[in-house]
């Protein structure tokens, strides 16, 4: 399965999904930048998920709040006292890494030796400076997540929007976080984009929303066509568990890289961030319950996922080598072809010409102009048809639309389905609205 990692990377850097941060130098470790594709995939994810999480739902309602916080936030999250992780050094080559993340053997992945300095925990938070003095008192972090941006505003949201219990605040922002050992691609890197809701809910209730939102979550995933034999919930014992969490449960996938791993967690977070807010703020950050005529601080449950690994996740699972007919009778070759549900992907559309001749040329131009109003959409003339169909089958375009000699007497124009290879043959102006509805 490890070759099929290697061709994804390939993959997703020679069509422009992902490129490494700052390459020219070198590059960071961790860090990725989004190329114009992977920036249409990430968006159309989030897209999903705002309208599965906000749109779709009378009690949630959106935010979007500030990366650099008051320093004060952190530790009062006790992100400054706990978010960490067990950092080890090889006494012979120096590398370091994450105690917990070591192979069975225990020997250094970088030299092979077994010698290790004592664990020390290792914050994984950044810090910088606000202001043009470097000091403690300037000192603040990252964020590590986008969830304490949502707690310092819960009164703000309850005072403004008038949202009564249960309801939640979602949130979709940029994380930080300096991980001792990063790898396996998107799985894990040092700055990355969060999907988090934030559900208040009675303490009485908190268990069954719990549950509510585990289902919901997957069934999120399997909407989006990751295939049901590669998900599963695990729960984390009681030492795992982070420490405002009383319950938590991983949606896993089954990664080719590692097996089960996470792909999204859900935390029963009680009522802990509110407190200590409200404690070391010394401002009411409660919610007046009007039944029973008293002020209380809600429960909070919170499903949290990135946006990277979420990429990772479809795009493995898209990933598809088959064979495919050639325009030479009997023969057939391997065609790549990344199967994305077609909301998701990046293009939706590709237009082109049959060959290069300028009355096809003008036609397919109008077409692609007006389609582009609507859809991310490619104009594409360079190379044969065959050629083309195999360059759209690889970034995972459900349509190609070709115009060709008998477009000029019937004014219709060929429709190719990505996955079937099925050409229709449509009115071009019916296209518009076939598109629509095969996208919907």
Same mark, same amino acid.
């Given at each position: 399965?490890?070759?099929?990692?290697?061709?994804?990377?390939?993959?997703?850097?020679?069509?422009?999904?992902?490129?490494?941060?700052?390459?020219?130098? /070198?590059? *960071?470790? &961790?860090?990725?930048?989004?190329?114009? @594709?992977?920036? $249409?995939? #990430?968006?159309? =994810?989030?897209?999903?998920?705002?309208?599965?999480?906000?749109?779709?739902?009378?009690?949630?309602?959106?935010?979007?709040?500030?990366?650099?916080?008051?320093?004060?936030?952190?530790?009062?999250?006790?992100?400054?006292?706990?978010?960490?992780?067990?950092?080890?050094?090889?006494?012979?080559?120096?590398?370091?890494?994450?105690?917990?993340?070591?192979?069975?053997?225990?020997?250094?992945?970088?030299?092979?030796?077994?010698?290790?300095?004592?664990?020390?925990?290792?914050?994984?938070?950044?810090?910088?400076?606000? /202001?043009? *003095?470097? &000091?403690?008192?300037?000192?603040?972090? @990252?964020?590590? $997540?986008? #969830?304490?941006? =949502?707690?310092?505003?819960?009164?703000?949201?309850?005072?403004?929007?008038?949202?009564?219990?249960?309801?939640?605040?979602?949130?979709?922002?940029?994380?930080?976080?300096?991980?001792?050992?990063?790898?396996?691609?998107?799985?894990?890197?040092?700055?990355?984009?969060?999907?988090?809701?934030?559900?208040?809910?009675?303490?009485?209730?908190?268990?069954?929303?719990?549950?509510?939102?585990?289902?919901?979550?997957?069934?999120?995933?399997?909407?989006?066509?990751?295939?049901?034999?590669?998900?599963?919930?695990?729960?984390?014992?009681?030492?795992?568990?982070?420490?405002?969490?009383?319950?938590?449960?991983?949606?896993?996938?089954?990664?080719?890289?590692?097996?089960?791993?996470?792909?999204?967690?859900?935390?029963?977070?009680?009522?802990?961030?509110?407190?200590?807010?409200?404690?070391?703020?010394?401002?009411?950050?409660?919610?007046?319950?009007?039944?029973?005529?008293?002020?209380?601080?809600?429960?909070?449950?919170?499903?949290?996922?990135?946006?990277?690994?979420?990429?990772?996740?479809?795009?493995?699972?898209?990933?598809?080598?088959?064979?495919?007919?050639?325009?030479?009778?009997?023969?057939?070759?391997?065609?790549?072809?990344?199967?994305?549900?077609?909301?998701?992907?990046?293009?939706?559309?590709?237009?082109?010409?049959?060959?290069?001749?300028?009355?096809?040329?003008?036609?397919?131009?109008?077409?692609?102009?007006?389609?582009?109003?609507?859809?991310?959409?490619?104009?594409?003339?360079?190379?044969?048809?065959?050629?083309?169909?195999?360059?759209?089958?690889?970034?995972?375009?459900?349509?190609?639309?070709?115009?060709?000699?008998?477009?000029?007497?019937?004014?219709?124009?060929?429709?190719?389905?990505?996955?079937?290879?099925?050409?229709?043959?449509?009115?071009?102006?019916?296209?518009?609205?076939?598109?629509?509805?095969?996208?919907?």
């Amino acid at each position: 399965m490890a070759d099929v990692m290697e061709k994804i990377v390939s993959l997703t850097k020679r069509r422009g999904f992902f490129y490494p941060g700052s390459e020219i130098y /070198g590059g *960071v470790g &961790g860090i990725y930048d989004l190329g114009p @594709l992977g920036v $249409e995939l #990430a968006n159309n =994810i989030k897209t999903a998920w705002w309208k599965n999480i906000v749109r779709e739902r009378d009690n949630v309602v959106g935010l979007d709040s500030a990366i650099l916080m008051n320093r004060q936030v952190w530790h009062t999250s006790g992100h400054v006292e706990s978010f960490a992780d067990p950092l080890v050094e090889c006494k012979n080559c120096h590398s370091r890494f994450r105690e917990d993340i070591l192979p069975k053997s225990k020997n250094c992945p970088t030299c092979g030796k077994n010698d290790w300095t004592s664990a020390r925990m290792f914050n994984l938070m950044f810090k910088t400076h606000i /202001g043009p *003095v470097e &000091g403690e008192a300037n000192e603040t972090f @990252l964020r590590p $997540e986008t #969830a304490q941006g =949502i707690f310092v505003n819960f009164g703000n949201v309850v005072d403004t929007m008038r949202v009564k219990l249960p309801f939640g605040i979602a949130q979709v922002g940029k994380g930080f976080r300096n991980e001792i050992t990063t790898g396996n691609f998107l799985f894990r890197v040092r700055e990355f984009e969060m999907m988090e809701l934030e559900y208040f809910t009675f303490s009485e209730k908190a268990e069954k929303d719990f549950d509510y939102w585990q289902k919901e979550r997957m069934d999120w995933h399997i909407s989006l066509g990751l295939r049901k034999e590669n998900l599963r919930f695990r729960e984390h014992e009681s030492d795992e568990r982070a420490h405002y969490a009383t319950r938590s449960v991983d949606i896993e996938y089954n990664w080719p890289f590692m097996g089960w791993g996470e792909l999204e967690g859900i935390a029963n977070r009680t009522d802990y961030d509110l407190k200590q807010h409200s404690k070391e703020s010394g401002k009411d950050i409660s919610y007046f319950d009007e039944e029973i005529k008293k002020k209380i601080i809600p429960y909070v449950i919170e499903p949290s996922i990135g946006v990277g690994r979420m990429m990772l996740a479809l795009l493995i699972n898209a990933y598809t080598e088959e064979k495919a007919p050639t325009a030479e009778k009997g023969e057939s070759e391997t065609r790549v072809v990344l199967k994305l549900r077609p909301g998701l992907a990046p293009v939706k559309v590709a237009v082109l010409p049959l060959v290069k001749d300028e009355k096809l040329i003008k036609i397919a131009k109008e077409i692609y102009k007006d389609l582009k109003k609507e859809w991310n959409v490619i104009y594409d003339e360079a190379a044969s048809i065959g050629r083309r169909y195999r360059r759209q089958d690889e970034i995972g375009t459900p349509f190609c639309v070709t115009v060709d000699f008998d477009t000029l007497k019937d004014k219709s124009v060929t429709m190719r389905d990505r996955d079937s290879m099925k050409q229709d043959r449509i009115k071009i102006e019916n296209l518009k609205k076939r598109i629509g509805e095969e996208l919907n």
